[in-house]
Structure formats: C-alpha cells, structure tokens
C-alpha cells in the first residue's frame, strides 16, 4: 500500500515529482497546462450535460489534488480535497457579436494564465453556450495531475453519463481512485517484472550514444515556437490503412516508423558516411492491464526508441523488423523514464532531451446522443526540440499532423520545408511500390539546400 497519511496525504508518483521540479525552476511560467474543447452541436439537454459534466468531475479525484510541502523543506505530498474541486462555469455568449471568437479567448486567456502548484485549483471547466444548438465544454488541467489520455477518458466518461441520462445505455462504472493505482505502482516496484525491467533499460541505455541531457535551467519557455498542422486526406488514410495491413503492422507504428527514416534521411545532410540508426523518443500509455486503464492521472510514460535500419533490406521488411522491435519494447515500457534518470545517475535539476519525439493518439472523439461531437486540442505542454504529432480516430480517418519545434534549434526556412515535405514524403511511402524498395534508396533523397543550410546548426535530430 502506498504511504498515505492521516489526513490523506499521498506520495508524488515520480512523474509528478519530474513536473514538480519544473515547477520550482520557473515557477512564474504558464507552462505544462493541457487543455482541450468539445464541440457540441444538435439536439443538447443542457441539464443533462451540465449534469453528467459535474459528475465526471466529482469522479475525477486527481481534478481536487493539491500540493503540500512540509516547512522543514521536506518531499512535497498530494491530498485529494473535495472542497479544492473545480466548479463547472456556465456562461451563455449568445448576445454577443461573435460568440464563439468570445468563448475562444476566454480559453486562451486561461490557458496562458500560470498555475501556482502550492496555492491555486489545477483544473477548470466551462460550458459556453455559442448557438441556440451549439456549446463548447472547456477542460484544463495541468499535466502534474493528468496527462492527455487522461482528459480523453474524462471526456468518454462525461459522453457515457449524458448518453445515459438521454436513455441511451447504463451509467458505467466509476474511474477507479488514485489510491488503487499507488498500491498497484508500490506492487510493481516490488516484483520480478521491476526488476527485469530495470535490466532491460540499463542494457538499453549502455548501447545509446546519441541521448542527450538537458538541465532545467536552461529551458526557455519565453516564447512560442513554430507550429504548424496538416490535414491529411481520405486517400492518404485509405493508403494508410492498406499498408499497415499488406505488412501486418498497426497504423500508428507504420506512422511511427515512416516518420523515423524521414527523420533520418533529413538529419544525414552533409554527413559522411550515412547514418543508419536514430532515437527517436515515443510515448507509451503504460496502462493496459492496469488500473490506469480507467483512471485520469499523469501516467504516460516517454521512451527512447532506437531506430537501426540494414539498407539493402527492402521497406516492408524493415517494417516489419521494427514494428516487431517496438512490440517487444513495449513490454518494458511500464518502468518510468524517471526511475531510467535515477538508475543513470543524471543529477538533479537534469532530464533527458526528448526530440525528436513522435506521437501518434489514434483516440475517438466521445460520442453524446443527439449531437455532433468535436475535440479540439488547445494546449499539450511545453515540447523539446522537433515533435511531431498525430490524432485522429482509431480507424485513421480526420488524421491530421501537427508539427512543433524550437526556434533556438531550427531556421523558419528549415521548418516550413518539413512542413512541406513530410507529408509528401509519407504519401509516396504509402504507395504499394515502395515496399519492395531498398531502404536504402528511401533513404537516398537529396536534402533541399534550405535543410541542408539548417544542418549547420545545432539540429535536433
């Protein structure tokens, strides 16, 4: 059992602890929020919702965390208050001009507000009527108390509830409590799968020699970086899905994979001899099979993978070969990156660099009855160096692409030629013929001059 006290105090998981750290390193920072919208249109009973949201939020208890730090300087503890509960705000915007330009900066303005962990509610919510048929339920949250997927089962689990209360199906069970996960993690670290893990990963990390440490007073989160987002099309979906299926891999490690010899054609540049091995740092949900499953929390879990390709092998079998390597990685992936820090003797105030970082969230938008649903994503954290990431459904269809990165680390120009050039490469990796293609020929594409010009700085692939 985990080590809880009288009154309720919790320890930090190490995640937790990772974020807290930032937090004492630029405590006057907006940084590490999450945040999404959902899009409602149709036939909404406003009381049914407003219903089934405070519910979810009364469910969630990791939404009423708050941080404790003994006066003697001692680790911090969480307790889960009731009474620190975020309230749900309703807010009609239909007499305004432009209600849902209204409702946009009312989210943008929380989102880039900072969050004091000592003092201040780590979550919000907000249902903004925009439209006779139309509102918008904002969620916010730290990524110290809840990651991602962790809004995403928020969102189902509120979906669930109003379907429910519309008459559609049951009510569902409950999200498990954050107890139930620290008891499952203290048996975890006590088992034999610990400590194969923790072979696993020293093993691992004796072989790397290209990861790189960051310390945390070097981060800079002045300013926004470049982003851009792609919407890819029905037909690279249709593309998709019959490759993943001609070589037997899912979707999202065929992503994964394209993306990393991309990756690895750019980074070549002018270097002598090519390379044939990259990291590339991949979330891992590190839930199945856990109570995580159905419970919001920060448990996501960031993982070197490293990408070694034979030239003379054809694509699909370098496919095949790879996605078969990050299966069996994925069995060790439940031993966190941090414990990894630990083991490898990085010091405090230090982490490792996480670019480039490929993320690929194949999560459906919840479903509520009567209406058309939409998830908007608004804030995903701070990112390191290059990240590219995916959403769509887990059938690949709305597949869009976005694309982040360091203005420190990357020209304007290079950026906006990835932007270009991913996707098309991608699109041409997709078409039936280039599986019988040597990768290395797929690796043989001459980088355009602008790319080649951002290779002479510090480039982070």
């Known amino acids: 059992m985990p080590d809880i006290g009288p009154t309720g105090e919790m320890p930090l998981t190490l995640p937790q602890l990772d974020f807290w750290e930032e937090f004492t390193f630029h405590p006057d920072q907006p940084v590490s929020t999450v945040a999404h919208y959902i899009e409602l249109e149709g036939d909404i009973d406003e009381s049914a919702l407003t219903r089934a949201i405070t519910r979810t939020i009364r469910e969630a208890e990791i939404l009423s965390a708050r941080f404790r730090v003994s006066p003697d300087g001692g680790a911090p503890v969480q307790v889960c208050d009731p009474e620190f509960l975020p309230a749900l705000v309703q807010v009609d915007l239909r007499e305004e001009a432009e209600p849902m330009e209204v409702a946009r900066k009312r989210m943008e303005t929380d989102l880039a507000a900072k969050l004091d962990l000592r003092h201040d509610k780590l979550s919000a919510h907000a249902l903004y009527r925009v439209g006779e048929r139309k509102y918008l339920w904002y969620i916010r949250a730290h990524h110290i108390i ?14 669930e509830l109003y379907n ?11 999200f498990h409590p954050l107890a139930s996960f620290l008891s499952e993690e203290a048996r975890y670290q006590e088992s034999r799968q610990w400590n ?23 981060e800079d989160y002045g300013g926004p970086g470049y982003h851009a987002q792609v919407s890819l099309t029905s037909e690279f979906t249709r593309n998709l899905q019959a490759t993943a299926a001609t070589v037997e891999i899912g979707w999202p490690d065929l992503l994964t994979l394209l993306c990393g010899l991309y990756l690895l054609r ?5 270097q002598m001899p090519p390379e044939n091995a990259l990291t590339l740092w991949l979330p891992f949900m590190s839930r199945w099979g856990s109570v995580g499953a159905h419970l919001p929390a920060l448990l996501v879990n960031i993982l ?61 938008a919840p479903a509520f009855t009567g209406c058309r649903s939409r998830r908007h994503i608004l804030g995903s954290g701070p990112a390191d160096g290059f990240n590219l990431t995916f959403r769509g459904e887990d059938d690949a269809s709305n597949l869009t692409l976005c694309l982040d990165a360091d203005p420190s680390l990357m020209s304007k120009q290079a950026f906006s030629e990835h932007e270009k050039k991913l996707p098309s490469f991608l699109s041409d990796a997709l078409q039936s013929e280039w599986l019988t293609r040597p990768v290395g ?21």
């Open 441 to 461: 020929d797929v690796l043989g594409t001459t980088c355009s001059s602008a790319l080649f010009d951002a290779a002479v700085q510090r480039f982070p692939m």
């Open 304 to 364: 070197p993978f490293r990408m070694e390709v034979n030239r003379t092998d054809n694509l699909a079998d370098f496919l095949k070969g790879s996605a078969a390597e990050l299966k069996r990685q994925r069995r060790y992936s439940r031993y966190r990156i941090e414990q990894i820090s630990q083991d490898q003797g990085l010091t405090e105030g230090s982490r490792y660099f996480f670019s480039p970082l490929i993320n690929v969230l194949p999560f459906n």
């Open 146 to 159: 809840v990651d991602g997927y962790g809004l995403a089962l928020i969102e189902q689990r509120c979906a």
């Open 266 to 270: 750019e980074r070549a540049g002018r």
């Open 196 to 218: 194969d893990d923790k072979a696993f990963w020293s093993d691992y990390f004796a072989r790397a020699s290209d990861i790189e440490v960051l310390e945390r007073g070097d």
């Open 164 to 174: 429910h209360y519309r008459g559609q199906g049951d009510a569902g069970l409950p």
